[in-house]
């Protein structure tokens, strides 16, 4: 496995390990951290998968990984691989378990002292409107034709229904839709799974949170979102639930044969694969794009809980109780994109695992409020620690394939987590902080206590250093609901 002094520092912030390092590797690897987050890179697997993705058929410039990097399944959580399109293979570990897991954020027109009166009551019947919890059933119940309809529609689904405002759909990543969904590709565990979990927050790292802008960085990119100082918001943190676990699940096992028949070489069998073009690599894609619409849809339905309890409860108490949609970014995603390699336009199917996409200025898929400024990105913290509005970058389409960070990153698994941190002390730590918490049990809060977690703010540090992606609002916590 390369070690650090294998690693050349080209930047402050880029880290590079040569093309030549293994016969194998098709690009050099970069990992993107200052020294002290690099330094963690070798405290787990992240360093040899990111070179075993340096070895897939059909990836170019390089293997990457932001600096919220950590262990995964195949790929490292927080890696990017751009693949040709038509040379190249598609691979589930690239994208994850939970297929679209993402961020919502809402904003409303409400100050801080506006609704601290209400927060307990508030945090309360949020909970009762937006299920958690591992298996939990969601707020919307549909047929297996209903379900066939999500899953090719997406957000149109939604908005056909009367769950969603066009202009929800108009600021959610690729209008809450990507094409090729292909249901005939859906095992019927899938089907089963996915049926009674449509509009349900989940468990783990997920979670709603009410916060307040403490900060603001970029005057004119948060009037463009419609932020400002000392607004009240709500983060929603989510994705396909059990129905995505189950096509990643199908598809990490059926696509085992297809390394074979194709003459694949692969260091991993976790980076299981297929060729884009082939039989097998359509039918993953097409499963895949099903899970994603499934989880614009969930984290959709959801926003209707939201905005339901914030009517019950504040109506006839503060002056606007409504919420806006600012935006909805993925994490856990296979697209295909087009962008500029070796001087000419390429069609690339960009993998970011636990990475959010951050396009620049310009691009004609945004918002018209938001074209000038460029993409908003959403980086969630650790539960009880501050969270980031960042925006895309020219320069992150030139450097990373329009790709940034997507949180701060796990330093700890779930198991070291509840062995080192008693979840009871840690409520009563945010408690006596001023934020309310509402969660399924104090072992699923030691799991995702901040100290399983890099420092967020160190990580935005770097993507904002690099010009990835360039730092807008500073979000607080004011109550977080968990599983």
Known sequence: MAQKKDFKRVDRYIWELPQDFRDDMRVPVRLFGDAELFDMAFR????????????????????MAMPDFHQGYGFPIG???????????ISP????????????????????????????????????TCPSGVGGKGRERVSDRE????????????????????????CTEEQGHLAGADPSQLSKRAWERGRDQVGSLGAGNHFLEIDVVSEVYDAKAAE?????????????????????????????????????????????????????????????????????????????VLVMGVREAFERVLAGKVRDF?????????????????????????????????????FGPGY????????????????????????????????????????????????????QARKSVWGADLRQELEGQGIVIRA??????????????????????????LGIARRVARLEPMAVIKG
């Open 224 to 300: 463009a979102f419609g932020l400002w100082q000392g607004q009240v918001v709500v983060q929603i943190h989510c994705g396909s639930r059990g129905f995505g676990h189950q096509v990643c699940d199908d598809y990490v096992k059926s696509l085992q044969p297809a390394v074979k028949k194709y003459n694949i070489q692969i260091p991993d069998r976790e980076l299981v694969c297929a060729p884009i073009n082939s039989p097998e690599g359509q039918a993953y894609y097409g499963a895949m794009a099903c899970a994603v619409n499934y989880a614009f849809v969930n984290r959709q």
């Open 44 to 63: 787990d697997r992240t360093v040899e998968q990111l070179t075993n993705t340096a070895t897939l058929p059909g990836i170019v410039k390089y293997a």
């Open 147 to 170: 379900l066939e309809e999500l899953v090719m529609d997406g957000a149109k689904w939604a908005l056909k229904r009367g769950l969603a405002r066009r202009e929800d759909v108009a």
């Open 322 to 358: 409504d919420l806006f949609q600012v935006y909805d970014v993925a994490h856990n995603i296979a697209k295909f994109e087009e962008h500029d390699l070796d001087g000419r336009r390429t069609r690339l199917c960009v993998h970011r695992k636990g990475a959010t996409r951050a």
């Open 440 to 465: 399924g049990s104090n072992k699923g809060l030691a799991e995702e206590a901040p100290a399983a977690y890099k420092d967020v703010s160190q990580v935005v540090e770097v993507v904002h250093g």
């Open 79 to 89: 890696g990017v691989a751009a693949i040709d399109a038509q040379t190249g293979v």
């Open 93 to 128: 570990g690239g994208v994850g378990y939970d297929i679209n897991c993402g961020v919502r954020l809402l904003a409303s027109h409400l100050e801080r002292g506006e609704i601290e009166p209400e927060v307990e009551n508030l945090t309360a019947t949020l909970y009762q």
């Open 364 to 415: 004609a898929g945004l918002p018209a409020a938001y074209r000038d400024v460029g993409q908003p990105v959403l980086v969630p913290g650790s539960m009880g620690t501050a969270s980031y509005v960042l925006v895309g970058t020219r320069k992150a389409m030139d450097l990373t394939f329009g790709s940034t960070c997507h949180g701060a990153g796990r330093t700890m698994s779930r198991t």
